[in-house]
């Protein structure tokens, strides 16, 4: 979990991204909106679902019923090229993991959160 937490996947293509359940846009969408999952799971599940030539393409009625969700999603980039879904780790600039990190992050995580406080 802890490495979930501290990890966030950057939108390619969308497809292997959960909307409501993954890190993309902060907190997953399922916390941010105080959802309960019994409202979403007949809903689309993946980012891809909610893409359409490049943009954002939420429905109407789902964005009535959850108007933060649009100040949410709006900051998020959709890139042109149809890549794969990348998951970083926000601790670092390249944003991948390593041993050395990793225990790094595991001995002194306070450390770390205060650095990124002051990025």
Not at 25 to 48: K, R, T
Not at 81 to 107: C, I, M, P, Y
């Amino acid at each position: 979990m802890v490495i979930v937490e501290n990890s966030t996947w950057l939108i390619g293509n969308g497809k292997s991204i959960i909307l409501w359940k993954d890190y993309w846009c902060g907190d997953p969408l399922e916390v941010a909106q105080n959802l309960n999952v019994n409202n979403i799971h007949h809903l689309p599940q993946l980012v891809s679902d909610y893409i359409l030539s490049n943009q954002w393409n939420i429905p109407h009625d789902l964005l009535s019923q959850y108007p933060q969700m649009r100040l949410l999603v709006i900051q998020v980039i959709i890139h042109v090229e149809d890549t794969e879904d990348r998951l970083v780790w926000k601790h670092v600039s390249n944003g991948q993991l390593n041993l050395k990190d990793a225990h790094s992050f595991k001995k002194h995580p306070s450390i770390k959160k205060r650095i990124n406080n002051l990025v």
